[in-house]
């Protein structure tokens, strides 16, 4: 079975500073996508960052990027230039690449700091 | 035209209650979810429908779970009997096509927080 590990409940970073989020997931499958998704209070899940699994490059969308190691089956999210407006619970996600469910990790809050 | 939308946003039933949430998903998108999302962890799947046809109930916890989509449109998850755990927050997405090899956004509503007494 596929599962998403989380091992940060917390994190906290000064504004304009860069956190990495962890994340690592088992699968024995070679095809699937990994998402980022941040959920803020407001409770609608906003998908952050993806990556295919078949991509050797890691994905980048402005001030977030991902470590994707495959071999070692770790997806961990940086986030540089950190805003207030970041703070929320982010969730990393895996999918099968030919399913449409999602499988979630637990979460962890991430806290900026003026 | 507007995001996924959920109502109600918040509901509160006694225990033993029938509770329906509704979901409206993105015009014209065939695939729609459901999942569980109890606090403090991440969301848990429940079902999927591709059109009108749920093709996958398995992570529905209990047979007091049921969910419809009678025209390929809105969506309804109904709880019967009401328990204290399935106290929750129930996600609604919604994407576009069917999925496959290519990569099919799932678009979230804000969800139903519904609490059990």
């Known amino acids: 079975a596929q599962t998403v590990t989380q091992s940060q409940p917390e994190m906290s970073v000064q504004e304009a500073e860069t956190v990495t989020l962890s994340c690592t997931y088992d699968?024995?499958?070679?095809?699937?996508?990994l998402f980022w998704y941040k959920q803020p209070p407001s409770r609608q899940m906003i998908l952050v960052i993806r990556?295919?699994?078949?991509?050797?490059q890691n994905a980048t969308e402005n001030r977030f990027s991902v470590n994707f190691q495959k071999a070692a089956k770790s997806f961990s999210l940086k986030i540089s230039d950190s805003q207030l407006g970041d703070a929320a619970m982010y969730f990393c996600?895996?999918?099968?690449?030919?399913?449409?469910?999602?499988?979630f990790g637990t979460g962890t809050r991430l806290q900026v700091f003026p | 035209g507007a995001g996924v939308s959920q109502s109600p946003r918040y509901k509160v039933a006694k225990r033993g209650q029938d509770v329906a949430l509704r979901c409206d998903p993105i015009?014209?998108?065939?695939?729609l979810f459901w999942y569980q999302q109890a606090l403090g962890q991440g969301p848990e799947f429940l079902t999927y429908?591709?059109?009108?046809?749920?093709?996958?109930k398995s992570g529905l916890p209990s047979d007091r779970f049921f969910a419809e989509r009678p025209e390929g449109s809105v969506s309804t998850l109904k709880i019967q009997r009401t328990q204290q755990e399935d106290s929750a927050v129930y996600l609604c997405?919604?994407?576009?096509?069917?999925?496959?090899?290519?990569?099919?956004?799932?678009?979230f509503g804000p969800g139903t927080r519904l609490t059990v007494l």
């Open positions: 699968t024995s499958e070679s095809d699937y996508y």
């Open positions: 015009s014209g998108h065939v695939s």
């Open positions: 997405a919604s994407s576009l096509t069917v999925s496959g090899r290519l990569y099919n956004e799932q678009f």
């Open positions: 996600a895996y999918r099968l690449g030919d399913t449409d469910k999602l499988i």
């Open positions: 429908f591709q059109n009108e046809a749920q093709l996958d």
């Open positions: 990556q295919e699994a078949y991509k050797q």
